[in-house]
């Protein structure tokens, strides 16, 4: 089942976020039958199709198996601002019981230090059960551009497909520009990674940020084919199969930079991972993610996951949640120095 959440704008539902309707704590329940007859529903802060989607579909399909009672789990598109608007109904409105998830934003930690969620979000108070995949960002080049590795962009104007202002794909070319020497002409306006592939392919630009999964989902070929050049990645280490690619969480001079680019790059680690909201008893969260390593070791996960062609890089609810506590734990500086990009647009 399908529920997609019709779209309020940007100032109509920050406006009921804002009103203060934050849930109080729901008092801890007999667990065994807490579930039975029950709801779950995930929220995905983007529209059906993309990657947050099919992660959210995904597990959708196979947790409730895992949760005592067995409950019905749908998913809620809750698509805007970049992922954010459905961080904040999960942290400010939702049932705080232990019934709403959401395959969150993987820049929670990042916006909520910066306060790019309005609202004075606090990432950490997230309760985590689970990463299904960590998702590299990749800045990719098509091959006959002459664009095959980082330096040449320190060289050569490179035409970059950005998705809009705010997005990722918009501040990290410029904080590129800016410390490391880059020459990043950014287009703004594509409506998509999609929109951005497509001029990318036609010859429109010369280069673009797509995350590692949807390329492997959508676009196998241009990995397999190298009909792209892998010209850096947006991760704290490099990936397995990108040893020698720049690593941009390993950017920077300063410490302040340094700490800059671990926390944009952190997104990686967090990647497609879903939480439930604050407030949940402690036996509760527990269950959901006993529910959560359980269906990670499923092999009809598995390989539900093989056929649609998804990555599995599954880190337990206990290890996100340090993950996201990790990456908030940065220099007022630094996260200063964030915000003059993340916000500047």
Do not use: C
């Not at 709403?100 to 309005?118: E, F, K, R």
């Not at 960590?134 to 664009?147: Q, S």
């Amino acid at each position: 089942m399908t529920i997609t959440i019709p779209h309020l704008g940007r100032g109509g539902l920050l406006a009921i976020l804002a009103a203060g309707l934050t849930q109080t704590p729901v008092p801890a329940l007999a667990q065994d039958d807490f579930y039975a007859d029950k709801t779950v529903t995930i929220y995905v802060g983007f529209g059906p199709g993309g990657g947050y989607d099919r992660y959210g579909r995904l597990a959708a399909d196979h947790l409730g198996q895992h949760i005592p009672g067995n409950p019905e789990i749908i998913v809620e598109n809750m698509p805007g601002a970049g992922g954010r608007l459905a961080a904040q109904y999960l942290y400010n409105v939702a049932e705080q019981d232990g019934t709403a998830l959401a395959v969150i934003v993987q820049s929670v930690a990042m916006d909520s230090a910066t306060g790019a969620i309005p609202g004075d979000i606090d990432a950490s108070q997230f309760n985590a059960v689970g990463r299904m995949t960590a998702n590299y960002e990749l800045g990719i080049a098509w091959m006959d551009t002459g664009i095959e590795t980082f330096e040449d962009t320190l060289e050569n104007e490179v035409q970059f497909a950005s998705t809009g202002a705010g997005s990722a794909s918009s501040f990290v070319p410029r904080m590129l520009n800016d410390i490391e020497g880059a020459r990043y002409n950014i287009i703004q306006g594509y409506e998509g990674v999609a929109a951005a592939r497509l001029a990318l392919e036609s010859g429109e630009v010369d280069a673009m940020m797509a995350g590692l999964a949807g390329l492997q989902s959508s676009n196998p070929e241009w990995l397999e084919d190298d009909v792209i050049n892998v010209i850096w990645q947006l991760s704290t280490e490099a990936h397995p199969d990108f040893p020698d690619v720049p690593v941009i969480g390993q950017m920077g001079e300063t410490d302040d930079e340094k700490a800059m680019f671990r926390l944009v790059a952190g997104a990686a680690d967090i990647g497609r991972a879903l939480v439930t909201t604050p407030n949940v008893p402690e036996d509760r969260v527990q269950i959901l993610r006993d529910a959560f390593d359980a269906m990670i070791a499923d092999p009809q996960f598995q390989a539900a996951a093989e056929e649609q062609n998804l990555d599995l890089d599954p880190i337990s609810g206990a290890e996100l949640q340090e993950v996201i506590e990790s990456q908030m734990n940065v220099s007022d500086a630094a996260i200063e120095m964030t915000r003059s990009y993340v916000m500047a647009d």
